[in-house]
């Protein structure tokens, strides 16, 4: 049996987007520290986690300069579970600026659950009605027909609405991700050397060849993905095919790759090939060792297995 305990948590990744000034990082902060405090332009973007209500979030706090905006805002909006827009309501001369970017947003990511954060409602700022129609709220169900939204009037300031505003969107994210299910047909992971240490392939194995050659053009796509990702800096990556989707992770000294059947949520798998390759990697490389003769690895499939059951249970599934 393996020891629960040194599991790191799934992590619910969501992004904070918005022009920059808008208030994004104060409200991180404040959530972290309760307090309204001094912040600095975010270069880039900063990452933190935070609890609400015994879930476990990842947050994405994107610069909103507009370098940023072009350089990472699609790729973390699309890989979320939940978006907050947050808004300066009190600089009117931003707005059409801002909403430009927040309809972007919707259609990188269609299904994530939406909130809008009018900021600043300490300062004289624009009302909530007119707010409403300057962002065309009014448009979002026919845009997104199952996509819950709502949209606060906040000040990170004097803390108004912040937590109403929290436990909504906590627990439409919830709700959002227990509709969620992946199929997961092969699981594969190398180093960054490229090397392959584990590959399972459980789609329609012949109980005799465990041998994963059977499916060859699969396994040389993932290797040349593997290896064309190898030089880049950190990423995310998915291959999408007739039948299957492959979704790839790689982080400091590992990539997962994992093949999921055309009916699974990509966004859940991604986040599964995520908590594989954290929990590795934090175990890295005493638990791989353990795995290791010859040089060669075979990292055993009943470990990922049970790791993956005990995070995911019931969304995911391992075909057989
Ligand atoms: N009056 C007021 N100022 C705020 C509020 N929230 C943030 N600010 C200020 O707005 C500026 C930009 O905040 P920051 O969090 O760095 O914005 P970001 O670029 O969106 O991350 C800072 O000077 C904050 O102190 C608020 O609710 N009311
Ligand atoms: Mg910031």
């Known amino acids: 049996m393996y020891n629960v305990q040194y599991l790191p948590r799934k992590r619910i990744p969501i992004v904070i987007v918005g022009l920059e000034f808008a208030g994004k990082s104060s409200f991180v902060l404040r959530l972290q520290t309760g307090e ?3 912040t600095l332009p975010t270069t880039g973007l900063d990452t933190e986690m935070l609890e609400i209500q015994g879930t476990l979030f990842q947050l994405f706090d994107l610069g ?3 370098r940023f ?3 990472f805002w699609e790729e973390y909006v699309k890989l979320s579970q939940g978006i907050v827009f947050m808004i300066d309501a009190s600089d009117l001369e931003k707005l059409d600026v801002s909403v430009e970017w927040l309809w972007k947003c919707l259609e990188w990511n269609p299904e994530a659950p939406l909130m809008i954060l009018a900021n600043k409602a ?7 009605p007119k707010l409403i129609d300057k962002v065309k709220l009014r448009n979002l169900p026919h845009q997104s027909p199952t996509r819950s939204f709502q949209i606060f009037e906040i000040s990170v300031k004097t803390g108004l609405n912040i937590y109403r505003a929290l436990n909504w969107f906590s627990q439409k994210i919830t709700i959002s991700m227990s509709k969620k ?3 997961i047909e092969g699981i594969y992971l190398f180093l960054r050397s490229g090397m392959p240490i584990a590959s399972h392939l459980f789609m329609n194995q012949p109980k005799s060849a465990m041998d994963n050659d059977i499916v060859p053009g699969f396994l040389n ?7 064309g990702m190898m030089g880049a800096t950190e990423g995310l990556d998915s291959l999408i095919a007739e039948n299957y989707s492959i979704v790839i992770v790689k982080k400091k000294t590992l990539l997962c790759a994992i093949i999921v059947d055309n009916k699974s949520d990509l966004s859940l798998a991604r986040m599964v090939a995520e908590s594989v390759v954290d929990h590795l990697e934090k ?7 353990k795995y290791q003769t010859n040089g060669r690895y075979l990292f055993p499939k ?3 297995v049970y790791y993956l059951q005990q995070e995911f249970q019931d969304q995911v599934g391992i075909s057989t």
């Open 122 to 128: 300490d300062l004289t700022h624009m009302e909530l």
């Open 283 to 289: 175990t890295f490389p005493q638990e791989l060792n």
């Open 36 to 38: 309204f405090g001094k």
């Open 221 to 227: 796509a993932i290797d040349e993905i593997a290896r």
């Open 302 to 304: 009943n470990f990922l």
């Open 181 to 183: 299910y992946i199929k």
């Open 64 to 66: 909103g300069q507009e």
């Open 69 to 71: 905006r072009e350089m």
